[in-house]
């Protein structure tokens, strides 16, 4: 996926290392089913190791989408998500499990909701 990050190295060192990722580029048609990007995204990420996991801090993310039929231009500021080794029942739904086998973590889904959130908000 294109959202996809491998973590091993931040899930095999000390609590508290962190690593910096920016992105910014097209996003082809259907990769969401539900949103059309009209210009490029581009996103700025600090990832910090926890010590059953990730924490994620998105310093902007960016883009002009359609959804549901109307142009959003997206410009969110500061924002975060957590994802952990393992789930437990009580956590929130706004943490992740990282996917052990692969030591990886999807940006992918929490990408959507924010945008669907921010286009929500503008209605």
Known sequence: MLFTLP???????????????????PIFDG???????????SFHIQIMTLDNGVHVTWSYLKTTVEYEGKK????????????????????????????????????????REEIIMACHNNF
């Open 31 to 41: 990769y969401y089913s539900d949103i059309k990007f009209l210009s490029d995204l």
């Open 72 to 111: 959003e231009i997206i410009s969110l500021d500061e924002f975060d998500r957590t994802w952990k080794t393992q789930l437990e029942k009580w956590d929130p739904d706004d943490i992740s499990e990282i996917d052990m086998k692969n030591h990886s973590i999807d940006l992918g889904p929490v990408i």
């Open 7 to 25: 973590i091993g190295d931040l899930l095999s060192s000390y609590t508290g290392d962190s690593r910096e990722f920016t992105f910014s580029g």
